[in-house]
């Protein structure tokens, strides 16, 4: 995995600059990517080993009689969750976390929730349940607001030559001090949906996301177990847009057990 993103995201620090083709940089780095990923895909299938249950299932599909799925789709497939599962969920992520830690009233309220989550739970701690999960309403709250105010889908910078609408997340119409984080925007609203007219962090139609509610999943448990503890954001933290959504210094966070549990 390491190589397929040292192969891919080897063109970052270069996309900064102006004299930079980031169209012919992306399509030669892809092209490195995918013929890497096909030969170590076909030097497994031909000594018969196990891929792992997603290339499994990949491969038994393209066994079957008239599949339409070959091997070039199937390695164009496995590089598109790729890409979306290393630089999307992870991007979005740290930037609630960032955006929690600029905001320590979402951090507190945030704390609240959790804190009853546990003590609901007493003795019985094994793990989040579904029903859990979905009563988070505050943590859903501010999961939606940091998919409306930011993104970590992949972006090319451009200076517009007139004045030009921003996107609909911003726009004064539909939001209320469209420029200020508040979560609290959501409350009494539909917070589990990812799709209207006014709301698309993950796309529509053909390009929505098939992983969205799964990344929701992901920054809802990571955000319960972080709000177990105190914690703070190092000042140095500063998020940077260039292709993707990128931490010059890194997403460091520090955690302290709570004074209740010091002895």
């Given at each position: 995995?390491?190589?397929?993103?040292?192969?891919?995201?080897?063109?970052?620090?270069?996309?900064?600059?102006?004299?930079?083709?980031?169209?012919?940089?992306?399509?030669?780095?892809?092209?490195?990517v995918t013929k890497l990923l096909k030969?170590?895909?076909?030097?497994?299938?031909?000594?018969?080993?196990?891929?792992?249950?997603?290339?499994?299932?990949?491969?038994?599909?393209?066994?079957?009689?008239?599949?339409?799925?070959?091997?070039?789709?199937?390695?164009?497939?496995?590089?598109?969750?790729?890409?979306?599962?290393?630089?999307?969920?992870?991007?979005?992520?740290?930037?609630?976390?960032?955006?929690?830690?600029?905001?320590?009233?979402?951090?507190?309220?945030?704390?609240?929730?959790?804190?009853?989550?546990?003590?609901?739970?007493?003795?019985?701690?094994?793990?989040?349940?579904?029903?859990?999960?979905?009563?988070?309403?505050?943590?859903?709250?501010?999961?939606?607001?940091?998919?409306?105010?930011?993104?970590?889908?992949?972006?090319?910078?451009?200076?517009?030559?007139?004045?030009?609408?921003?996107?609909?997340?911003?726009?004064?119409?539909?939001?209320?001090?469209?420029?200020?984080?508040?979560?609290?925007?959501?409350?009494?609203?539909?917070?589990?949906?990812?799709?209207?007219?006014?709301?698309?962090?993950?796309?529509?139609?053909?390009?929505?996301?098939?992983?969205?509610?799964?990344?929701?999943?992901?920054?809802?448990?990571?955000?319960?177990?972080?709000?177990?503890?105190?914690?703070?954001?190092?000042?140095?933290?500063?998020?940077?847009?260039?292709?993707?959504?990128?931490?010059?210094?890194?997403?460091?966070?520090?955690?302290?057990?709570?004074?209740?549990?010091?002895?």
């Amino acid at each position: 995995m390491y190589v397929l993103s040292r192969n891919y995201f080897e063109m970052d620090d270069k996309a900064i600059s102006s004299s930079f083709d980031i169209k012919e940089a992306a399509t030669k780095a892809r092209s490195k990517v995918t013929k890497l990923l096909k030969s170590v895909i076909q030097k497994k299938n031909a000594s018969k080993e196990g891929l792992g249950d997603f290339l499994d299932i990949l491969f038994d599909e393209m066994k079957k009689d008239g599949a339409a799925l070959d091997i070039d789709r199937a390695v164009n497939l496995i590089f598109t969750f790729f890409i979306l599962s290393q630089e999307t969920t992870h991007g979005i992520l740290a930037a609630t976390v960032k955006l929690v830690a600029d905001h320590p009233d979402v951090m507190e309220e945030l704390k609240r929730e959790h804190d009853a989550v546990i003590e609901n739970q007493g003795d019985n701690q094994a793990g989040l349940t579904w029903e859990e999960y979905t009563s988070m309403t505050f943590t859903h709250m501010v999961i939606k607001e940091t998919l409306r105010f930011t993104s970590a889908q992949p972006t090319v910078h451009r200076i517009p030559t007139e004045d030009a609408r921003v996107g609909v997340h911003f726009d004064e119409e539909k939001y209320e001090d469209p420029l200020k984080f508040n979560p609290w925007r959501w409350k009494g609203k539909d917070l589990h949906g990812t799709l209207s007219k006014d709301y698309i962090p993950f796309g529509a139609g053909a390009t929505l996301c098939v992983g969205s509610e799964f990344a929701k999943c992901i920054i809802a448990v990571f955000l319960h177990h972080l709000s177990r503890f105190r914690w703070s954001l190092d000042p140095k933290t500063r998020v940077l847009r260039r292709y993707m959504l990128m931490f010059p210094a890194g997403c460091k966070v520090e955690i302290a057990k709570e004074l209740s549990d010091q002895s």
